[in-house]
């Protein structure tokens, strides 16, 4: 059987081959972009373990993994490394206090480290990170998830982060709290659609835990 194409005549299964072929290195392309993702955290990484235990889970399911923190000076913290998983760091700050110059740097470099990874997932923590993940997302079109484990002082807090909170909260495919009363408390300030809501507790990874003794042999018991 023929069937015809724009340039010439082929055979039919041939022509079959040819797209399923098509098909299958465009599913694979789309998967190794898939598997890309970017964790924005304005401040030290390694200081959070719900963070670092999300980057190692991923590496070890294939992902390509970039983390962007912004730690002060001094820190004698390590994000614990291993492969897949790319570590990259702003410049210290002085102190704790994060300034406007340093916010804004930390934007800017958010975004040119997602045009050069290229990440399908932007990964954002808390409302100070809201920024950065819906700038780095929109540019790529990327998918955003936002994870709140420290949630805000709304009194001391400056009200253009807390709208960004907001946006970044209502934009995001799924929205991370580390128990019930969070996420509850967070869903009525942000009105946060319940079926994008998901509570991960913070708990050590499966290869943090200790061997566990071997079992003993239960004894019969003895009469007397």
Partial sequence: MLASTDDSWVEGDDLSLS?????YRQRRRLAT???RILFLQVTDPAGYPPLI???HLLADQGWSVTVLG??????ALTFPRRQRIEIRMVRGRPSWIVRKLDYLSY????ALCALRSRPSIIYA????GAMP???AASLLGARLVYHEHDGPDVRRTPRWVLRLRRRAARSAEIVIFPNEARARAAQQDMNVEPARIR??????????????????TPVEPLWL
């Fill in 19 to 23: 797209a399923r072929k098509d098909t």
């Fill in 33 to 35: 972009v898939a598997k």
């Fill in 53 to 55: 235990n999300a980057a």
């Fill in 70 to 75: 912004a730690p002060m000076r001094d820190s």
């Fill in 107 to 110: 934007v800017a470099t958010a």
């Fill in 125 to 128: 923590s808390d409302a100070i």
């Fill in 133 to 135: 993940g819906l700038v």
């Fill in 199 to 216: 509570v991960v507790w913070n708990v050590p990874r499966l290869s943090e835990l200790p061997a566990l003794p071997p079992r003993m």
